[in-house]
């Protein structure tokens, strides 16, 4: 298998969640910016390898499989940074259900897409504006919440808190539109001839 430029950016990206996790507890002077740098350079190969995809039409099975993981692993791996070292309380339960949702729904959406690829119907679940806007809020808020995580006084993790709920709120909302699409094959119950249930 020959992998292309695009997918070498998103194995760059996949590789660069580990530099970050290490960056993230490592107590030396400035590593929560170090850590959102490392995030935002990981954001950026997201973008530039879907541009350079389509730009240089080199699109790719293995790229086109990898690319939507990388972007979730990135987004669960830093909820999870920063749920744990969340203070405890109503903020540290709202960023945890914050949390939940958003990682719940990523997993749900990925299920539903797939089985609706297996009957030949992916495009009814195609991403809508609201699912973008979702994304841009959330990582704002994560690099928000990244920066400030150990910075609190400066107020500006309480924007960040902000910002992942409403981000989290659109989440929910962006994952009934894709139920909503997808809903007239779920209610119906049946496949389409010649599909079958795939393998547990």
């Known amino acids: 298998m020959r992998i292309n430029l695009p997918t070498w950016l998103t194995l760059f990206r996949v590789a660069l969640l580990p530099v970050m996790v290490v960056v993230f507890y490592w107590p030396f002077r400035g590593h929560n ?59 540290g339960i709202v960023m945890a259900v914050t949390a939940a949702v958003i990682v719940g729904r990523e997993i749900s959406i990925s299920a539903l897409r797939e089985w609706m690829a297996e009957i030949g119907m992916r495009a009814t679940v195609k991403v809508a504006f609201v699912g973008k806007l979702k994304t841009v809020m959330q990582m704002i808020a994560l690099i928000v919440l990244i920066v400030q995580h150990d910075a609190e006084a400066l107020r500006l993790y309480h924007v960040g808190e902000v910002l992942l709920v409403i981000a989290g709120i659109l989440t929910i909302w962006s994952g009934l539109h894709y139920l909503r699409a997808a809903w007239p094959v779920l209610r119906n119950g049946t496949l389409p001839v010649g599909h079958g249930e795939s393998e547990p």
Do not use: C, Q
């Open 33 to 91: 910016v170090t850590a959102a740098i490392v995030f935002v350079l990981a954001a950026v190969t997201d973008w530039f390898d879907g541009y350079l995809a389509r730009r240089l039409n080199l699109t790719s099975a293995f790229g086109a499989f990898l690319d939507p993981v990388a972007d979730k692993l990135m987004v669960a791996v830093t909820l999870f940074l920063l749920v744990e070292s969340h203070r405890g309380g109503w903020p």
